[in-house]
């Protein structure tokens, strides 16, 4: 192993993520003259923004669609959790964005006469989501990425996994409040194998979310939730946990998503004896195939979608198959053109992946994990709140990472790109006022040195230690995760969850990360993720027991109905690790 | 029933040391990825097995080795196929190795960043401009810790916010002129599969160049002569390639480099 070195680094912004959220927040804090550091784990166009396909929704005035309907749609979709204040900024500023992207370079699909095309998607009461074909985020992230390369104040660090925000105190023992001001992160080189410290006097998180916990799920390895256990291990709030949205239609086994957008375009689904069996759980009246109407069936909210599933499997219509039971999109109808033209990435995951050809033969397709609506809470400044609700100085979130009150307790397709793009954008920009204004001289580079190297302590002394292999500890998080915290939830399973995460959090204390490398040590980084994952896992979990209503993606079969006043679900933990979960108002920051 | 096997044989390395072979046997199933094969290795075998993944999709472009000493993706490359022959695993030639089947792409980056990939507008300024001005990087007042005002003015009219650019048109043609080039995933595989690559590795290579190729075809961008300084007047840009094809060939996105190379070869030579 390494000698004990650790490398400083300095700048004014330190932006841990390199998706969509974090390159743009790069981008606009550059603008503002900032020096960024841009820390990424992976190269940031390998960031799961790439695996977007749908699009991204923004209103074009032209189209007679208007901010109300898509601020309406919004709240609706958050069954209360969402704050009109911050739906309404993102809203408004979601088209300036698009506009700013297609400036950028961004290749979107047109109309006919040249604009930015734009198609329906389920729970929007309008065509409001701009894409380029399906494959938006792979589009957006290279030319966010490309456009990042012009920047000389931007300096990215790829490949360096962030372990810890850098506090200048450790987070006050038991208090929910949280820690001294943020100075920086900590976290590792790959590459050269060594620990670094940045030193900055803003720092953004852009992490994305944690959808990886579970076993079937849209999202890519590294989706693990690291920034948000940062914040919680810095005595910070996390929102909303429970609240994760189930996409209708990933491919059996791997969970890779069949986009949205299929249906959108026309596809339909169909149970094991071929009936569009939609219509019989309340998403009726049928529409005819390759006619989709906003709204209805196959394109009625995600949640909808995926409980009519779990309705359809219970009474015996889907069909069985090694990975689980299966209903079918059939896609058929559409054409081989349409599908080359318009869903090509579709077109490519069916057939290499489900072995089938979607012009000729139906996609088996089942429920995912899919998007994380809860997070590290912010305004929609980006600026991170404690549990009181006052501004963290110096920490900013943005991205997938953050709950700022838009998605609420159920994400709309396409909203989550825009979210990223706005909030990454105010983030940037205010994280770099904010080191600009900043007062009070850093402390000392002895004492920061110090602290750093306590926090990476614990890190690095994981390698070479343990028993347990720890893939299967992940396999079992995951299977826990998918049977108790899915589509539907009720109290004796998540009880049962509860336990076997807290025999699988023990297991995991004495985890075996065999290789001991200082270089590309994977075992060990994969081990650092499944701490993160765990940790969100039993997050989840008790804030799912607590909420003792149905809302929104948490539907409990024991508890049916909404409360009457809508509560947001606080998680914290205490330095011992023990999660703590209390309810709070929905208020407007 | 004993699962079936496959014989699985890395190339590894440790960072500076020399190469050397590992051979596993390796259950599989007939939809397994040669992705799932390493897993498998690592999970059961060796932890410290090195290699990148993340989508398991063909999306991300991480996974990129040499398999049976043809680049592929580990994550859409299937294993069954390889039952009767083995499979032999290798870093993407032509590369560093940092680590076992792990390769640095930083050099490919910069070349990237020497093709000036990005769009240059009529304004154009050219390299180490700062990004293109949005109206959405200021956010509502400053100083106060409290949300911006709500923006009821543009929420009830349903308009857009005055003075807000409106975006360029592009036609559906004009689109499809350059959109075949926006595909790349940077995974590298045709780096790996180039041939002068391998003599010469300052070459620039297929992908940094069709991505170039991408932006000087793009109707909204005019800075073709901006980047023609490099492209078409320097050493290691577009003329070292010999039109092997190796590259379009190699390329599991259906991206056609060697057009790219091409072209610019022949427009320049008139
Ligand atoms: C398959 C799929 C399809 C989707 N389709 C759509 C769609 O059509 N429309 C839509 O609006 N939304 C869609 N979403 C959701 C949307 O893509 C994501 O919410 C969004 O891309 C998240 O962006 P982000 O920047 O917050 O995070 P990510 O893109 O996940 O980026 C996170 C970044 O953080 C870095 N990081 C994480 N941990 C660390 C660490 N410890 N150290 C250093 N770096 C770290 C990673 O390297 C990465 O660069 C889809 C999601 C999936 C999974
Ligand atoms: S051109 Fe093709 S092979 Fe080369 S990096 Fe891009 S996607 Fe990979
Ligand atoms: S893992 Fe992403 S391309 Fe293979």
Redesign the interface.
């Known amino acids: 192993m390494a000698d004990n070195s650790l490398r400083i680094e300095r700048a004014d912004v330190v932006i841990v993520g390199g998706g969509a959220a974090g390159l743009r927040a790069a981008?606009?804090a550059?603008?503002?003259g900032a020096r960024v550091a841009l820390v990424s784990k992976?190269?940031p166009?390998?960031?799961?923004t790439?695996?977007a396909e749908g699009g991204a929704a923004g209103?074009q005035?032209a189209t007679g669609d208007?901010?109300?309907q898509h601020?309406a749609d919004t709240l609706r979709s958050g069954a209360g959790l969402s704050h009109p204040?911050?739906v309404?900024?993102v809203?408004?500023?979601a088209?300036?964005?698009?506009?700013?992207l297609?400036?950028?370079?961004m290749?979107?699909?047109?109309?006919?006469?040249?604009?930015?095309a734009v198609r329906p998607f389920g729970g929007m009461s309008h065509p409001r989501t701009w894409y380029a074909a399906d494959?938006t985020g792979?589009?957006l992230l290279?030319t966010l990425f490309?456009?990042t390369?012009?920047?000389?104040?931007i300096r990215r660090y790829?490949e360096h996994v962030v372990l810890e925000l850098l506090t200048t105190e450790p987070s006050p023992a038991g208090t929910r409040a949280a820690a001294g001001a943020v100075e920086g992160v900590v976290g590792y080189d790959q590459?050269r194998?060594e620990a670094v410290l940045w030193q900055a006097s803003t720092v953004i998180l852009a992490t994305g979310g944690y959808a990886r916990a579970w076993g079937t799920s849209t999202n890519?390895?590294?989706v693990t939730g690291d920034g948000l256990t940062m914040a919680l291990r810095a005595g910070l709030p996390l929102r909303d946990l429970e609240m994760v949205q189930v996409h209708p239609t990933g491919l059996p086994?791997?969970g890779?998503l069949i986009t949205e957008a299929a249906r959108g375009e026309g596809g339909v689904l169909l149970d094991a004896a071929g009936e569009r069996y939609l219509a019989d759980y309340g998403l009726g009246p049928v529409t005819e195939p390759g006619s989709p109407e906003a709204g209805r069936m196959e394109l009625g909210r995600r949640d909808a979608l995926s409980q009519a599933f779990w309705q359809a499997d219970r009474d015996g219509r889907t069909a069985a198959t090694a990975d689980g039971s299966v209903v079918y999109l059939d896609l058929r109808h559409l054409g081989d053109e349409v599908l080359r033209e318009r869903l090509p990435?579709v077109r490519?995951?069916a057939r290499?992946?489900a072995?089938v050809d979607p012009a000729r033969e139906l996609i088996p397709v089942r429920p995912a994990a899919h998007y994380t609506m809860g997070g590290i809470v912010a305004?929609?400044?980006g600026?991170v709140r404690d549990a009181d609700g006052a501004?963290v100085a110096g920490l900013f979130a943005a991205g997938e990472c953050a709950s700022i009150g838009l998605h609420g307790a159920n994400r709309l397709g396409s909203n989550s790109l825009v979210e990223a793009l706005?909030l990454g954008?105010?983030a940037?920009?205010?994280a770099a006022?904010a080191t600009a204004r900043r007062a009070t001289p850093p402390p000392s580079p002895a004492l920061l040195e110090a602290r750093a190297r306590e926090l990476l302590a614990p890190w690095l002394a994981l390698r070479g230690r343990g028993t347990e292999?720890p893939?299967a500890i992940r396999r079992e998080v995951g299977q826990v995760l998918d049977r108790h915290l899915l589509i539907f939830r009720e109290a004796a399973g998540l009880q049962q969850a509860a336990t076997a995460l807290a025999g699988l959090a023990v297991r995991l204390a004495d985890a075996?990360?065999?290789?001991t490398?200082a270089?590309?040590?994977?075992?060990w980084a994969e081990a650092v993720e499944l701490h993160s994952l765990l940790t969100l896992a039993r997050g989840a979990v008790q804030a799912a027991l607590a909420r003792e209503e149905s809302r929104g993606a948490h539907q409990r079969l024991d508890f049916p109905e909404a409360a009457a006043v809508p509560r947001h679900s606080l998680t914290t933990a205490a330095p011992d690790g023990t999660l703590t979960t209390c309810f709070a108002e929905v208020t407007?920051? | 029933m004993p699962e079936p096997t496959i014989e699985v044989t890395v190339t590894r390395q440790?960072?500076g040391g020399p190469p050397r072979e590992e051979t596993f046997e390796v259950p599989y199933g007939e939809?397994s990825s040669v992705l799932d094969l390493l897993d498998a290795i690592?999970?059961r075998e060796d932890?410290?097995l090195?290699?990148?993944?993340?989508?398991?999709?063909?999306?991300?472009?991480?996974c990129g080795v040499s398999v049976n000493g043809s680049p592929r993706l580990a994550c859409?490359t299937g294993a069954a196929g390889y039952r009767a022959s083995g499979i032999r695993l290798a870093p993407l030639a032509g590369v560093a190795v940092?680590?076992?089947l792990?390769t640095?792409?930083?050099d490919f980056?910069s070349k990237?960043?020497s093709v000036?990939?990005?769009?240059i507008?009529d304004a154009g300024a050219g390299?180490?401009?700062?990004?293109?001005?949005?109206?959405?990087?200021?956010?509502?007042p400053?100083g106060s810790?409290?949300?911006?005002p709500?923006?009821s003015d543009?929420?009830?009219s349903?308009?857009?916010?005055s003075g807000?650019?409106?975006?360029?048109?592009?036609?559906?043609a004009?689109?499809s002129a350059?959109?075949d080039f926006?595909?790349?995933?940077?995974c590298l595989l045709c780096y790996a599969a180039c041939p002068v690559v391998k003599e010469m590795p300052e070459f620039v290579g297929p992908a940094a160049i069709a991505?170039a190729r991408r932006?000087d075809l793009?109707s909204?961008?005019h800075g073709a002569q901006q980047r023609a300084p490099f492209l078409l007047e320097t050493e290691f840009a577009i003329w070292p390639c010999i039109q092997d094809g190796s590259c379009t060939i190699a390329c599991p996105k259906g991206v056609d480099p060697a057009r790219a190379l091409r072209d610019y070869q022949r427009e320049a030579m008139g």
């Open positions: 981008l606009a550059a603008a503002a992976v190269y166009m390998r960031s799961h790439v695996a209103v005035p208007t901010f109300e601020l204040v911050a309404e900024e809203v408004r500023r088209p300036e964005e698009l506009i700013h297609e400036r950028l370079g290749p979107w699909s047109r109309t006919p006469d040249g604009l930015p494959k792979h589009h290279h490309q456009a390369l012009r920047s000389p104040l790829d590459a194998g890519a390895g590294i086994g791997s890779i990435l490519e995951l290499r992946f072995g305004d929609v400044r600026q501004v706005v954008a105010a940037g920009t205010g006022q292999p893939a075996r990360v065999a290789d490398s270089v590309w040590n994977t075992d407007d920051a | 440790e960072p939809r690592k999970e932890p410290s090195t290699y990148r993944w993340s989508c398991r999709s063909g999306v991300c472009g991480s859409e940092e680590r076992d792990v640095s792409p930083a980056v990237l960043r000036l990939p990005w769009l507008d390299a180490g401009a700062g990004e293109v001005a949005a109206g959405s990087s200021a956010p509502a400053l810790m409290e949300p911006g709500p923006a543009s929420l009830a349903g308009t857009l916010a807000q650019a409106a975006p360029t048109t592009q036609s559906p004009e689109l350059f959109a926006t595909a790349c995933v940077n991505i932006w793009d909204r961008d």
